[in-house]
């Protein structure tokens, strides 16, 4: 593969932090018989060059539209914030990329379906849903569909996050407002939703209450203090296709205490864990899986040597190049991106109205 190597071009480069530097780039790097960075871009073009020299990228753009319609440039990975989304992805889309972008696709439906409709027959695109490629959460998966946990009974999820608590970090004051689309819901909540639906079957009804317990955020390092007008707490309680039924709580602040998924079945149960604590929640690290009843092991992950944040990324790009290479489609989708987006707009409605919701 080194002599055709799919040549990546970022979006969202900052040489120092962020989700490019701290994921996609160490991932990306495991893999250098597969992928090569070709080219980064950031706001300026100051920034580029400096995300682009830590990166050990090729070319650097300070402007991302210029980049994603690069010849030079195969697969375009976003990872700006999500309001900056729709833009590039259509763009990309438009000059024939294929596309990794990050979770949530857009800031509403609207967006999302916009996007999901805009790719065109036989592109390939991926949505940052990254825990779907872990080892464990696959081999779940399998498990089940094996048979060796019998009938679907119960199933109980925690998934704390140390986002959203009594205060927030500067470039982190955006996430408090809900109208970017980047919240506690999308964020925590989603990369667990898609997951209790990859592993349960999609909900065919559910009932939620979204709260925000701290309004008021001061911005560490300043004396600004914002308002916080998307949830800090959320917990839905549910019924899938299976017939089992879920109960699933996301609270924001929390460091203390894990990630948990225990799941009952007629025959036997498993529990889904972290295998190593990360504040920003358990799609962000290695997970663990134990079961009551003798099974096969959970396989290794495709790309060893990486801890917190690159771990299920690379399994991602792995799948997403898989994919490419032998044009199949078995990756999450923007059209699994609408779908969660329509479920997150159910639980909003659910919390909105006391009333049960149908999917």
């Known amino acids: 593969m080194s002599a055709n190597r799919h040549r990546i071009g970022i979006v969202g480069g900052n040489a120092t932090r962020a989700w490019a530097h701290d994921a996609h780039v160490p991932a990306l790097k495991k893999m250098t018989d597969r992928f090569v960075i070709e080219a980064v871009s950031a706001r300026t073009q100051e920034l580029a060059d400096e995300a682009n020299a830590a990166f050990g990228g090729n070319r650097a753009f300070g402007d991302s539209l210029a980049l994603v319609r690069d010849p030079g440039i195969d697969v375009v990975a976003v990872t700006v914030k999500v309001p900056e989304h729709r833009a590039i992805v259509l763009a990309a889309l438009a000059a024939g990329k294929n596309v990794y ?38 081999h779940a998966k399998k498990l089940i569909d094996e048979g060796y946990l019998g009938e679907l009974m119960v199933c109980r999820v925690f998934a704390p996050t140390g986002a959203w608590g009594d205060s927030a970090p500067q470039h982190y004051a955006y996430l408090q407002d809900k109208a970017n689309g980047a919240t506690l819901e999308t964020i925590a909540g989603g990369h667990t939703l898609v997951m209790m639906e990859f592993i349960l079957g999609p909900y065919r009804e559910l009932d939620a209450r979204t709260s925000i317990m701290r309004r008021q955020v001061p911005i560490i390092g300043t004396d600004e203090v914002v308002e916080r007008t998307c949830a800090d707490h959320m917990a839905v309680i549910g019924k899938h296709e299976s017939g089992c039924v879920s109960t699933l709580e996301v609270p924001g602040g929390v460091t203390d205490h894990t990630f948990s998924l225990e799941l009952v079945g007629t025959k036997g149960s498993l529990v889904l864990k972290m295998a190593e604590s990360f504040p920003g929640g358990y799609q962000a690290g290695r997970l663990e899986l134990e079961t009551s009843f003798d099974a096969p092991p959970v396989p290794d992950h495709v790309v060893e040597g990486l801890k917190y944040a690159p771990v299920n990324v690379a399994e991602a790009w792995a799948r997403f190049a898989d994919d490419i290479e032998n044009d199949r489609f078995t990756v999450p989708d923007f059209d699994d991106a609408v779908r969660l987006t329509k479920l997150l707009d159910a639980i909003d409605a659910a919390s909105a109205s006391g009333s049960r919701q149908q999917l």
């Open 101 to 138: 972008c990050e979770w949530p696709l857009g800031r509403d439906l609207a967006e999302a379906e916009e996007m999901a409709a805009a790719v065109p027959e036989g592109a390939h695109v991926m949505i940052g849903t990254q825990a779907l490629s872990a080892p464990a959460v696959l």
